[in-house]
């Protein structure tokens, strides 16, 4: 089983990838700096979120700066820099000063087997399932019959995601693949821009990250039809998976995690994850993640370096198999 699709803490297993790996974690944790974490951290801290506002990504960020804030005793700064399917973000950490003191808050859109070799891999700070998400007016209730509607009418049920090439967008191409359906892609800058048109109308379905759904849901302003994990969501238990509706074998999640510049010393790698990880094990924190939908994570720096791996070698296959007029 892909460490993915496993319940939460359990995709630390290895699988023997330990060559890519081992350059990957070589070059991300290269460099020494004992006597830089010592002092570390000085002076405010930013987190680059490659995504607008009200997204997944920003929300994560700033619930772990507010906590982060109170523990270094200095200023943690969510700072937006979209654009891209979260490159243009990614690339202005990647040439930032590696010192520590500029991360990104990363996701399956912002990396890419080009530019993961530009970051240290610090912690994964959040892997949660999707929810399978619709606007109530068009009346379906269950996965069978989104199903069902989708194969009577191809082509003309829209879904929305924050981008071409996100786990938003390529987690609804796997439910294509799968289902054996066609759905019209409507990718957006964001994904908090794609949910105000989901709750509009303008476009039908959306795969979307519970913490920027969830609230909609509970008002009954947008219907929940199921999560995309391998196993229930402990944030959503009531919703039943894809795998259980009807779609055996899919198992989807969307992650998020903290990466560094490459060059950044290897103490001050240590220190960011062993705070991060710690964050995520507070229960103010973790009841703050699961009340927005999202599923706290944690573990080394070489356990995200292989997670990464994992996730970018399932997406190119699924990439390698959408048709080019479905692209977008």
Known sequence: ??????????????????????????????????????????????????????????????????HLTQVWKQTVVVENRPGAAGKIGAGQV????????????????????????????????????????????????????LVARAKAQPGKLTFGSSGDGSASHLSVELFKQLAGVDMLHVPYKGTGQAVTDLLAGTIDVMFAPGQTVSQHIAAGKLRALAVTSAVKAKAMPELPTLADSGLPGYAAVGWFGLLAPVATPKAVVAQLAADVNAALRDPGVEKTMLAAGAEPAEGTPEQFAKFILDELAMWARVTKQIPVSGAR
Do not use: C
């Open 94 to 145: 990647a040439r930032a000063q590696a010192d520590g003191y500029t991360l990104l808050m990363s996701s399956t859109a912002s990396l890419d087997l080009d530019n993961v070799k530009q970051f240290a891999p610090i912690a994964l700070v959040s892997a949660s399932p999707y929810v399978v998400t619709v606007n109530p007016r068009l009346g379906l209730t269950s996965v069978k019959e």
């Open 1 to 66: 089983m892909n460490p993915l699709h496993s319940p939460r803490r359990h995709w630390l297993r290895s699988t023997g990838r330990t060559l890519t790996l081992a350059a990957l974690a070589a070059a991300g944790l290269a460099g020494t700096g004992a006597a830089q974490a010592q002092a570390w951290p000085t002076r405010t801290v930013t987190i680059v979120v490659p995504f607008p506002p009200a997204g997944g990504a920003d929300t994560l960020a700033r619930i772990l700066g507010a």
